[in-house]
T-cell receptor, first 115, second 113 residues
Framework: AQSVTQLGSHVSVSEGALVLLRCNYS??????LFWYVQYPNQGLQLLLK????ATLVKGINGFEAEFKKSETSFHLTKPSAHMSDAAEYFC?????????????WGLGTSLAVNP | EAQVTQNPRYLITVTGKKLTVTCSQN?????MSWYRQDPGLGLRQIYY???????DKGDVPEGYKVSRKEKRNFPLILESPSPNQTSLYFC????????????FGEGSRLTVL
């Protein structure tokens, strides 16, 4: 079965440090990849997505992610963490660009940013 | 403003008392979906709808019903709630197709005693 793995359910960084949140998926089929963020007491919102084209994708709030087919990975990075980045981050994958919107979700990574 | 609106945001109820969580979107999206979020289990899809009068089961449909009589509304019905349905529920919508952005409501926290 296809799956999405987010390494580390909790990640803690200092303000100003690099943020790296890992996401790997299990499939040889070219996927469509997403990162969503959930701030406390809010719904999820899209950070960025990869569908086709350039493998380095830039999103909102200074985040970016790189699709590496050979590693089946889509890690999320931000050069310098800000206190406002503290949130839950979800990686999601779909292998179907048609009308079936079946997404496979990772379990999430909670990011804490320390002053 | 484009948004997905869920009501109620918070609800405490008792076992067996039927309840409905409403979801409405103002973006004319074809696709709508319900998820539940539980600690350690991430997001799990309950039901989804590709368009009006078209609904299908997700990964955890037991104990839930949905309907899609209008494009903008997608209510989630718990006919006889049980404590294992205590959870945080999210409604989401998107344009048709597999690569579009999902827009989420702010969530409905349900406690069943």
């Amino acid at each position: 079965a296809q799956s999405v793995t987010q390494l580390g359910s909790h990640v803690s960084v200092s303000e100003g440090a690099l943020v790296l949140l890992r996401c790997n998926y299990s499939s040889s089929v070219p996927p469509y990849l997403f990162w969503y963020v959930q701030y406390p007491n809010q719904g999820l919102q899209l950070l960025l997505k990869y569908t086709t084209g350039a493998t380095l994708v830039k999103g909102i709030n200074g985040f970016e992610a790189e699709f590496k087919k050979s590693e089946t990975s889509f890690h999320l990075t931000k050069p310098s963490a800000h206190m406002s980045d503290a949130a839950e981050y979800f990686c999601a994958v779909t292998f179907n660009a048609g009308n079936n919107r079946k997404l496979i979700w990772g379990l999430g990574t909670s990011l804490a940013v320390n002053p | 403003e484009a948004q997905v609106t869920q009501n109620p945001r918070y609800l405490i109820t008792v076992t067996g008392k039927k309840l409905t969580v409403t979801c409405s979107q103002n973006m004319n999206h074809e696709y709508m979906s319900w998820y539940r979020q539980d600690p350690g289990l991430g997001l799990r899809q309950i039901y989804y709808s590709m368009n009006v009068e078209v609904t299908d089961k997700g990964d955890v449909p037991e104990g839930y019903k949905v309907s899609r009589k209008e494009k903008r509304n997608f209510p989630l019905i718990l006919e006889s709630p049980s404590p294992n349905q205590t959870s945080l529920y999210f409604c989401a919508s998107s344009v048709g197709g597999g690569t579009g952005e999902l827009f989420f409501g702010e969530g409905s926290r349900l406690t069943v005693l």
